[in-house]
């Protein structure tokens, strides 16, 4: 069954966020986001196939029985190279476009076993998307100049029904009383959730402390972990950034930016900076994880997509600037802001400013 963790959710940095792409995969409309702050979800309408975890950007939502990062190190020490629903995942749309790539990267070839997606009630919405990142994968690794491929095969595995008589030991051994209450424990819990309509999630109070943590996803670290090992190409392809899903480079238009220091504030992952006077806006794509708040908190739409991304950022990462600030004293309170106008008062009694102006009908400055 899935889970929340709220302080993850891209949603609960700011009400602009317009994440929803859970609620967009979900094939069994187990996730509700419509104008919440959080997503709801309702339990006994979710089947864990684990795909809206896939496409969190964050990694705000897991399965209780199913990892992707466990995954991929009990997929890297096994010796075949096929994913299957009935072998080792719930479903191969539970697979971040992250982790496929590094696992491409690392184990040379990997083979996804599409036999299971004929009949199944969840692949109108599943197969599309592991075919989207079947795509994507692939266009990466042809533009990382790696020889790694992916293939789909139509093989439907069937693990063995037969219970070897060694297994059936193993089985009896881990049948003791304390694993037993908590099988029991577990199961009325589920049971609960089950019966329960859809659940609303909200921030705690132990939640607020965690928002202004900076995190790399655990699929990011594997990513970069993949990249050291594999071969550096001999040039550096740029490629179409709207094929990308999971990092991004951005512009900046300095005409319209304000220096009001949303983005970076917000930004869930590090990847927009400031230094300690808040004196420019740095981005490093190497930590990017494509989420959007930063576009969505953006009031003069500021920032944008770069058309382009450059394979570099892989191998020989760079934090680029995108704008400078002056810093000065207001002129009314002397606190010390930034600003990209030559504006000579803090946003603040500038904003105090306008509305005496707008109370009292006066035009002009003051
Ligand atoms: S996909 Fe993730 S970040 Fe986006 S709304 Fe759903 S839980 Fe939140
Ligand atoms: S880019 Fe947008 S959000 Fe960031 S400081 Fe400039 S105006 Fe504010
Ligand atoms: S820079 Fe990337 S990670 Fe940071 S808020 Fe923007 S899209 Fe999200």
Redesign the pocket.
């Known amino acids: 069954m899935i889970q929340l963790k709220a302080s993850r959710c891209v949603r609960s940095l700011s009400k602009e966020s317009q994440c929803n792409r859970c609620e967009v995969i979900c094939p069994t409309d187990a996730i509700v986001v419509a104008d919440n702050p959080l997503p709801s979800i309702n339990f006994s309408a979710c089947i864990g196939c684990g795909a809206c975890d896939a496409v969190c950007p964050s990694e705000a939502l897991y399965l209780d029985d199913f990892n992707a990062t466990n995954f991929f190190f009990s997929f890297m020490e096994d010796e075949d190279n096929l994913i299957s629903c009935r072998k080792n995942v719930p479903c191969i749309a539970a697979l971040n476009i992250e982790n496929i790539i590094s696992m491409a990267l690392l184990k040379k070839e990997i083979i996804f076993d599409m036999g299971h997606c004929d009949g199944c009630a969840i692949a109108y919405k599943c197969k599309p998307q592991i075919e989207k990142s079947h795509e994507e994968a692939s266009y990466m690794l042809r533009a990382m100049m790696s020889e790694s491929i992916i293939r789909m095969e139509n093989l439907k595995y069937e693990y063995e029904k037969e219970i070897k008589e060694s297994n059936r030991r193993e089985f009896f051994s881990k049948v003791t009383l304390k694993n037993a209450i908590k099988t029991k424990m577990q199961f009325e819990k589920e049971i609960q959730k089950a019966t329960d309509e859809l659940v609303e999630h909200t921030l705690q109070k132990s939640d607020i402390a965690l928002l202004k943590q900076k995190r790399i996803t655990d699929r990011r670290k594997l990513f970069f972990s993949a990249i050291k090992r594999t071969q550096k190409p001999l040039l550096f392809h740029v490629i179409e950034a709207d094929e990308m899903t999971f990092t ?1 480079m ?1 512009l900046l238009d300095g005409d319209k930016c304000t220096a009001c220091q949303m ?1 970076y504030r ?4 590090g ?2 900076t400031s230094d300690i006077k808040n004196s420019k806006i740095d ?1 490093d794509p190497f ?9 969505d908190v953006c009031e003069s739409d500021a920032i944008s997509f770069s058309p382009t991304y450059s394979v570099k950022e892989f191998f020989e990462p760079e934090v680029h600037n995108l704008i400078k600030f002056s810093v000065r004293r207001c002129d009314e309170c002397s606190v010390i802001f930034s600003t990209n106008s030559g504006e000579r008062l803090c946003y603040r009694c500038k904003a105090e400013d306008e509305e005496a102006k707008e109370l009292w009908g006066i035009k002009g400055d003051m």
């Open positions: 991004s951005k983005c917000v930004c869930p992952s990847a927009l981005f930590l990017c994880i494509k989420c959007h708040v930063c576009h």
